[in-house]
């Protein structure tokens, strides 16, 4: 089955720095890379996802980019703020599968 | 639009004790998904459900945990008995099937203590 690794699992940033959480998946199959954001006692919510025919994608200060050869994905924050500290999670989920496999999260602290 | 409803958000019980979950998903979602989420990790799935059949529930402890969802709407996840390492957060998860790629809406979970 899939099996995906975050890194790192704890990352500090000053607010106004970037951010960067990266993963890696197993399954040369996983098409779909959606990274959801957890705060504290909430419900993981999607914030961005990019799919395998896709290198790059942004939404305001959050970025995605894959790797499919080296099967990585990572998400990008520019300009962070204290409302970006949360945990986030990032998931690889094979064509033809509904079942994403989650990373361990990145708990992000973004100091003001 | 409603978001998916879980109750209860917080269950205490003792060991050996029996604990029921409930989701509502959200209305027209064929798909919902059971997780359980330990501290500091990611979603794990237990079980998925296409309308009221389970299709996918080879994560699921079937020695005390059950789980059904008639009439493919709500759905109810049981642990009979509890042990100490089943203290997690249970989510809920609901999509609708065959729209792109099938975005995943999860509840508020229910935090379980086992005492």
């Known amino acids: 089955g899939e099996n995906v690794e975050q890194h790192p699992s704890t990352l500090s940033v000053q607010e106004g720095d970037s951010a960067v959480i990266k993963c890696t998946y197993s399954?040369?199959?996983?098409?779909?890379f959606p990274w959801y954001k957890q705060e504290l006692g909430k419900r993981p919510q999607l914030i961005i996802d990019?799919?395998?025919?896709?290198g790059e994608k942004k939404d305001q200060r959050i970025a995605v980019t894959l790797n499919k050869t080296a099967k990585h994905f990572s998400l990008h924050i520019t300009e962070t703020q204290p409302e970006d500290s949360a945990v986030y999670f990032c998931?690889?989920?094979?064509?033809?599968?509904?079942?994403?496999?989650f990373g361990r999260g990145t708990s992000l602290i973004v100091h003001p | 639009e409603a978001g998916v409803v879980q109750s209860p958000r917080y269950k205490i019980i003792e060991k050996k004790q029996p604990v029921a979950f409930w989701c509502n998903p959200i209305?027209?979602?064929?798909?919902l998904y059971w997780y359980r989420q330990n501290l500091g990790q990611g979603p794990e799935l237990l079980i998925r459900?296409?309308?009221?059949?389970?299709?996918?529930d080879s994560q699921l402890p079937k020695d005390r945990f059950s789980a059904e969802r008639l009439k493919g709407v709500d759905s109810t996840l049981k642990i009979q008995p509890a042990e100490l390492g089943d203290s997690a957060v249970y989510l809920c998860?609901?999509?609708?099937?065959?729209?792109?790629?099938?975005?995943?809406?999860f509840g508020p979970g229910t935090r379980l203590t086992v005492l």
């Open positions: 998860a609901s999509s609708l099937q065959g729209q792109g790629v099938n975005e995943q809406f």
């Open positions: 998931a690889a989920r094979a064509g033809g599968s509904y079942i994403p496999t």
């Open positions: 399954d040369s199959a996983s098409n779909y």
């Open positions: 209305s027209g979602h064929n798909t």
């Open positions: 990019i799919r395998s025919n896709v």
């Open positions: 459900y296409e309308n009221e059949e389970a299709v996918d």
